[in-house]
């Protein structure tokens, strides 16, 4: 990208558009790839109210980092279960996979537990994808508003935007949690959905399960609650249920659930959303979800639902990688906020852009964000041995 932009050419709101793929290919994935990247007067991403993201120009090939975090991807996977399902797989690659997703769903049935049925379950190529279809969906006539929290994911908020919707942004709590409080207040009769995402993404900060319980389901009486639970799987802690069951109570939620975090298939495109049967017809009046999934996946999906020890061992790890990183980041006095993901967020103060741009020369991927005017490094967790070269490097740079 040419950084030398006309600053007289910068909207009166600070902000101006280039083309997405110009900017960074990964980042302007989605519903509509093709849509400009907003940059702000200061060159920045520009993401939210509360929130930036530095960029480069030309970061170098991800696939020949020493330490590649920059994804919140595992590490580790896809499970050998997964790996095998599709090599044998492969052969039937001919043929629809309808009878083998109806097994699938089975086998989410069966764990998301008492009171929901396959016609609770919506599949898809990713849970991203199913957050783009709802918002479609919901606002597809170009009225009404969303509720979220800033930050946040913005995959569903974008999509929603773009076909016209109004986006309600309501700031975290000081402990970086959702404000249910403020968010409820922020509902009026324009509304038409709720996001929320437990555990946060890019913060890692997860709200109370309780509470959020008790939020979804008064207020889902008013409005659907759509609650994206990426990485729920990976949190640790007493309070970290999930929200989908709800659904048994006959509550308007929507739960999003993914096969790329835990089980470590974020290439090979598996999510699904559970939701109550009436609101499911309404998306898939509109669009299909499991006719965009492939074969070979399916049966990936299929192996690694019920790969426990994968799971398990996923888990094991990357909490032993967080408590690595946590006492370095102590050792070196970064105020770290506590993370229920798979990625940890904390202040730096060397520019956003730089500090990207030397990590990379390291060797290491890792994103920068400038969020509540503070600069942030967001990094994923990957094996001990990538956790250890990211230490290394934040020391040579602190």
Same mark, same amino acid.
């Given at each position: ?19 997405g793929m ?32 530095h ?27 997964a790996?095998q ?50 918002a ?37 709590k ?64 007493s309070d ?19 096969? $790329? ?13 559970? &939701? ?5 017809n309404?998306?898939?009046?509109i ?14 999906? $299929? ?8 799971? &398990? ?9 967080k ?29 956003g ?18 969020i ?26 602190s």
């Amino acid at each position: 990208m040419n950084q030398n932009i006309d600053r007289r050419n910068v909207l009166k709101s600070g902000l101006m558009a280039l083309g997405g793929m110009v900017v960074a290919p990964q980042l302007s994935m989605g519903a509509f790839p093709n849509t400009p990247v907003q940059l702000d007067s200061k060159n920045r991403l520009y993401y939210t109210p509360l929130m930036r993201e530095h960029f480069i120009s030309n970061p170098p090939d991800v696939t020949k980092l020493k330490a590649r975090l920059n994804a919140n991807e595992n590490p580790y996977g896809p499970p050998a279960s997964a790996k095998q399902a599709v090599v044998d797989s492969v052969s039937l690659g001919n043929r629809y996979a309808w009878k083998e997703l109806s097994d699938l769903i089975g086998k989410i049935v069966k764990k998301e537990g008492p009171g929901i049925t396959p016609n609770h379950i919506m599949m898809g190529p990713g849970s991203s994808d199913l957050l783009e279809k709802v918002a479609l969906v919901e606002f597809m006539n170009g009225k009404g508003n969303i509720v979220s929290a800033d930050p946040c994911y913005m995959s569903l908020v974008n999509v929603a935007k773009t076909v016209g919707a109004k986006w309600k942004a309501v700031p975290c709590k000081s402990d970086w949690s959702h404000d249910l409080a403020a968010m409820e207040a922020a509902i009026d009769a324009d509304t038409k959905l709720v996001y929320i995402c437990n555990p946060n993404n890019p913060t890692g900060s997860i709200t109370a399960g309780k509470e959020l319980l008790d939020f979804c389901s008064r207020v889902s009486e008013k409005v659907p609650i759509f609650v994206d639970e990426a990485y729920l799987e990976l949190a640790e802690g007493s309070d970290t249920q999930s929200m989908v069951s709800l659904l048994a109570q006959n509550k308007n939620v929507i739960v999003a659930r993914t096969f $790329s975090k835990i089980m470590g298939m974020a290439g090979l495109r598996v999510g699904y959303i559970a &939701a109550l049967p009436a609101y499911l017809n309404k998306i898939q009046n509109i669009t299909r979800g499991g006719m965009g999934i492939s074969y070979t996946s399916v049966l990936a999906a $299929s192996a690694s639902i019920e790969d426990m020890e994968f799971q &398990a061992t996923t888990k094991k790890l990357n909490t032993e990688a967080k408590a690595y990183l946590y006492a370095n980041l102590d050792k070196m006095n970064y105020k770290y906020i506590p993370s229920y993901t798979n990625f940890v967020i904390f202040p730096i103060t060397m520019d956003g852009k730089d500090f990207l741009a030397k990590m990379y020369s390291k060797g290491i991927g890792i994103r920068t964000f400038d969020i509540q005017k503070k600069t942030w490094c967001r990094v994923s967790m990957g094996t001990m041995d990538e956790m250890k070269i990211f230490v290394k490097a934040l020391e040579e740079l602190s």
